[in-house]
């Protein structure tokens, strides 16, 4: 039969009583004091031993809460619970904090192996900029053991430790490290979280030497493509040209005409030749200065501009322009104080040009409109966008907007959606495109 702690308590307790009631019964009505007084220390006798009965179940108790605050249940004894129950209830709650723990280990060994086995090189750190974990990938990448913190780093390069601490959750990065004596180009990235109210910061590395590498000869095979089309498509001309003025300025002997022995037809064909070729020179001369205007972009001079003030200026310089078109523009500022760090005039570069961007679009237009808004994101980013209700913009075009000097322009550089992206590179700010044929195109600048 199972012993239960609460009927043994109550039966000692009665016992006690009786006892006592006895022996006051005996001491006060009979004179068998002696008694009594034996039945009194059989009293005390029981009353030590119900404390004693007590403690017994409280010392299981502590020892058990003991245990499992010193993270040790490998020796567990309960004997002392007198109640079989609650013994059972410890040896039940014992065997499930062991499962817990099995499964919390396994868990553990099996994200360990897993962070170990992914090719992205992993860093996480603590507030106090203390490493926690760092796996394979990281160690191989470089070239270190384990290590406790970001000192170790700082030989790798000495910007690179300070930002690692500086990179905020959804950032990315591209850093530059010079490792055995090769450049790395690594993408780095963060993640920060809580983990029992204890602050972490996680840390990606990729390398992606091999796709920038990719990248820049595609680049370089548009960028050539566009160069190659643009001088062609003058110089071809320049040498017909020339060719025909030799025809008509040399004798069947080779030697040069006076231009008075030339008909009336001729000097006309000599003259039109020579505008042309003027003409064509004049375009290389202002192809090669847009060329130029894309490598020497002035060092950015940052100050608090009001997006308001920015607007205004916007819509003073092209007013006319928007009048002139009968274009339908609004402004919208959300908060109306919103404030931006920038270089004014690059910026007000950037969104002239596209303005006039949205305004060659929407030339078309039935009823044409352009939206100029200021706004904040879910990231509490400043962002500045232009929208407008033009043609919109080919899929196919889409991902050659930002190609230098490719433009779907008759009389276009190609080179403002290019300088524009440098100019938000300088600010440390991106430039977003969206577009659907019909609808209109809507370009956002994220600060």
Not at 61 to 87: C, G
Not at 114 to 137: C, M, W, Y
Not at 361 to 387: F, R, T
Not at 401 to 415: A, C, E, L, N, Q
Request: aromatic residues 6%; neutral net charge; contains cysteine.
């Amino acid at each position: 039969m199972k012993r239960s702690y609460r009927p043994a308590l109550i039966f000692r307790i009665i016992l006690i009583f009786l006892l006592g009631f006895i022996a006051l019964f005996i001491a006060m009505q009979t004179h068998f004091w002696l008694v009594s007084l034996w039945i009194a220390l059989l009293v005390i006798l029981l009353i030590i031993e119900l404390i004693r009965f007590h403690e017994r179940s409280a010392k299981a108790l502590k020892n058990f809460l003991l245990s499992i605050k010193q993270d040790d249940l490998s020796n567990i004894y309960t004997s002392d619970e007198p109640d079989e129950q609650i013994r059972e209830a410890y040896t039940t709650l014992q065997q499930k904090i062991i499962s817990l723990r099995s499964s919390k280990e396994a868990n553990h060994h099996f994200l360990s192996a897993l962070v170990d086995h992914v090719n992205v090189s992993l860093i996480s750190l603590d507030d106090h900029n203390r490493i926690h974990l760092i796996n394979n990938a990281a160690k191989e990448l470089f070239s270190i053991p384990r290590i406790r913190d970001l000192k170790p780093l700082e030989k790798i390069d000495k910007h690179f430790a300070k930002a690692i601490r500086e990179v905020h959750s959804g950032e990315s990065r591209v850093l530059k490290i010079i490792r055995n004596g090769e450049m790395l180009n690594l993408l780095m990235r963060a993640s920060e979280f809580y983990i029992q109210k204890n602050y972490y910061k996680l840390v990606s590395f990729q390398n992606i030497n091999s796709e920038l590498e990719e990248k820049e000869i595609e680049s370089w095979q548009k960028l050539v493509r566009v160069l190659t089309h643009e001088i062609m498509n003058s110089a071809i001309p320049i040498t017909n040209l020339i060719s025909v003025i030799n025809e008509l300025v040399l004798d069947e002997k080779g030697e040069p005409m006076s231009i008075k022995e030339l008909n009336e037809q001729d000097s006309s064909d000599l003259k039109d030749c020579l505008m042309t070729i003027e003409n064509r020179s004049k375009g290389l001369v202002n192809f090669v200065k847009a060329t130029k205007s894309l490598t020497h972009i002035p060092t950015p001079v940052f100050k608090t501009v009001y997006v308001s003030d920015l607007f205004s200026r916007i819509h003073t310089l092209l007013k006319p322009k928007l009048k002139k078109n009968s274009i339908r523009f609004e402004t919208r500022i959300q908060p109306q104080r919103l404030q931006i760090q920038v270089d004014l005039e690059l910026i007000e570069q950037v969104l002239i040009n596209l303005m006039l961007n949205a305004i060659d679009a929407v030339k078309d237009s039935n009823d044409p409109g352009i939206s100029l808004l200021a706004y904040q994101n879910g990231d509490v980013h400043a962002c500045i966008e232009i929208k407008d209700n033009g043609h919109g913009i080919e899929e196919l075009v889409m991902d050659q907007i930002f190609v230098p000097y490719f433009t779907t322009k008759k009389h276009g550089s190609g080179i403002g959606l290019s300088l524009a992206r440098q100019i938000m590179g300088l600010h440390k700010g991106k430039i977003k495109v969206s577009s659907a044929l019909g609808v209109g195109t809507s370009v956002v600048l994220v600060f």
